[in-house]
């Protein structure tokens, strides 16, 4: 079975993602430094295999290492290469995704974010692996206003965390094109990943204060915030607050198994896809949506807009839809009824 090294695997993506990997019988490296997150996300995986029956013995291997460390990946790949289980591809999660924390810190951004993957990238030529799946972000377009988003559409990110993923996938580009018939890139846009694995024991743990909708829903309905501020509540909207795309994260996960499938057994290529639902919700949808299926009362007031706020972000994921022959199995409704299931379990993280 193959190899593959998931950077950032112990984060909130990474974790789904490695599930599922290992349900499909993939041998991983994980490589992780725990800034975001801790290796109670793979205890975790490992309960949830052993009670499918999944065997995972010799197939999961969690490297604690930094990407901004060059010999830490290099550790990996030397470690994969002494096991006889070559890695075949990275799935490249690790990152720093705060926008706000992104504004007062620039520095740490880029060199996080855009240094740690030219070492990946120069680790990766090393020991001649030239496949890779980035995480991007639908943040790197051009605010717009109602309309669904593509591919081709322009890009113009607003703020430092923006554009260190945009200066990624340009690179990523300009390493594609400068050795024909060599590399294999899928720069996957995530829209809004939300909810968590059906069985509430894995799901987004952040170490810090959360700054997005979702996970302060959830804290919310656990008592540990007040209230939800909703930004503006005067956008050119069905109800005056933002619409976005929000996906559930086991779709998410699928899509990258998707992609991998679709990339080693195709020839060389540079791929970039949206990876949403195509369908908005609006901040008072989804609190509505959350109370109803949840049973329980998400109290709100209304604040100012948020600075680099956009109205409406929804996807065109047709060309996903069409590539990898993906479609997002889960509703809303799935993503309101797991994340809450996956708080209530844990309401403390793991
Ligand atoms: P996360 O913070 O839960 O996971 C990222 C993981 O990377 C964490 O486990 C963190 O400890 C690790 N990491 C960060 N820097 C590292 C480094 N230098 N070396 C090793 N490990 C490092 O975030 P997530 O939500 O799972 O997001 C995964 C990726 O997807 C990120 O690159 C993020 O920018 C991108 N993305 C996320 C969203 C979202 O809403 N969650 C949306 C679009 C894109
Ligand atoms: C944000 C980031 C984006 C990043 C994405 C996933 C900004 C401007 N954009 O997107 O770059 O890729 O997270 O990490 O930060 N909202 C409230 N009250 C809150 C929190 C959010 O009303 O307490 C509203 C926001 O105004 C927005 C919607 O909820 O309209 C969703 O916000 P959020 O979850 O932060 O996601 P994005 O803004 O889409």
């Known amino acids: 079975m193959k190899s593959i090294l998931i950077t950032g695997g112990a984060g909130f993506i990474g974790s789904h993602t490695c599930l599922l990997l290992l349900e499909k019988g993939y041998i991983i490296f994980i490589v992780d ?5 801790s290796d109670q996300s793979i205890e975790r995986i490992s309960t949830i295999l052993k009670k499918q029956g999944i065997n995972i013995e010799g197939r999961i291997y969690l490297i604690k290492g930094d990407l901004k460390k060059k010999c830490d990946i290099e550790k990996v790949f030397e470690m994969s290469f002494t096991l006889q289980k070559n890695i075949e591809c990275v799935i490249h999660f690790a990152g720093l995704k ?77 390493l594609y094109k400068s050795q024909p018939n060599s590399w294999r890139i899928a720069c996957l846009r995530y829209f809004n990943p939300v909810g968590a694995h059906e069985s509430g024991l894995l799901g987004e743990c952040p170490l810090n204060r959360p700054n997005n909708l979702y996970p302060r829903i959830t804290r919310v309905a656990i008592g540990k915030i007040d209230k939800i501020k909703i930004f503006g509540l005067d956008w050119p909207t069905r109800d005056g607050t933002c619409i976005r795309d929000y996906i559930h994260v086991m779709d998410i996960a699928e899509g990258h198994l998707l992609t991998l499938d679709h990339l080693l057994k195709e020839k060389s290529q540079f791929l970039t896809l949206n990876l949403g639902t195509g369908k908005g919700t609006s901040v008072i949808e989804l609190i509505r949506k959350f109370e109803k299926v949840n049973n329980v009362k998400i109290p709100f007031s209304f604040d100012k807009r948020r600075i680099g706020d956009s109205p409406f972000v929804v996807a065109d994921n047709s060309l996903a839809m069409s590539i990898l022959n993906w479609t997002p199995k889960k509703n809303i409704d799935d993503a309101c009824r797991d994340g809450w299931n996956w708080q209530l379990k844990n309401p403390n993280g793991f």
């Open 33 to 37: 430094s725990f800034i975001n997150s």
């Open 98 to 174: 705060s926008v706000f924390d992104s504004v007062r810190k620039p520095i740490n951004y880029w060199e996080n974010n855009v240094n740690g993957t030219i070492n990946l990238l120069k680790v990766m030529e090393k020991y001649n692996c030239r496949n890779i799946v980035f995480s991007s972000s639908a943040t790197v377009y051009k605010i717009n206003t109602s309309e669904p988003v593509g591919e081709n559409d322009p890009c113009q990110p607003v703020n430092p965390y923006g554009n260190t993923k945009l200066a990624i996938e340009k690179f990523l580009n300009d």
